[in-house]
């Protein structure tokens, strides 16, 4: 007897407990979330990038353009725009767009715009240079940067690795040997 009564009550307990929780979070949750919006509060300005909604496209698929120009309607508001889609600009309506998390292309800070200094040190200035025609590395940038030794094309092909300086040496004269 004394167990049903202890199971009844732990029963009645949950039961009671559970009302009460959910009771208040359903009225909390109702209360603190903000009712989605069909559409962007932020008002259009040209140099934003926005998706271009397409019918019958998969959204993945969707153009990215940059706004250009506003067009006001006959009340002053703002209902369409020229957005720039590759080389194209096409009048959309502002309903089709939906804007990307960007700054305006105008907008951005001065900050992101200036080269980020680097503070390490340069150790060799030859190979931070971008070079029209590359060449194969000399023996003394070899040296200085490298852990492994620079392999020639007919070393890589011919898996000669023997050993860090009987791989250069063997490359060498295997092109020896077949000129």
């Known amino acids: 007897m004394l167990t049903r009564r202890l199971i009844e009550s732990t029963a009645a307990v949950r039961e009671n407990l559970w009302n ?14 903000a009712r989605p919006t069909a559409h962007s509060r932020d008002s259009p300005k040209p140099g934003t990038t926005v ?16 706004i250009q120009k506003l067009i006001p309607s006959k ?3 703002i209902r369409s ?24 292309e ?6 992101s715009e200036a ?9 060799d200035s030859k190979r931070d240079e971008p070079t029209a025609n590359p060449t194969p590395p000399q023996a ?18 011919n898996n000669t690795t023997d050993g860090r300086n009987n791989a250069l040496k063997s490359s060498s004269a ?3 040997t077949s000129d």
Do not use: C, M
């Open 81 to 104: 725009v020229e957005v720039k889609i590759g080389k194209r600009i096409l009048e959309k309506s502002v309903n089709h767009l939906i804007p990307l998390e960007l700054p305006p």
């Open 174 to 176: 295997d092109s020896t």
């Open 140 to 157: 003394s940038e070899v040296q200085s940067g490298r852990t492994r030794p620079y392999l020639h094309r007919k070393a890589k092909g």
């Open 106 to 111: 105008d907008q951005k800070s001065p900050a």
């Open 20 to 33: 009460a929780f959910s009771d208040e979070y359903y009225a909390l949750l109702r209360e603190s979330t």
């Open 75 to 77: 009340d002053g508001k």
């Open 51 to 66: 998706f271009v909604v397409t019918d019958k496209v998969a959204r993945y698929r969707w153009p990215i353009g940059v």
């Open 115 to 123: 080269a980020p200094q680097d503070t390490t040190p340069n150790v």
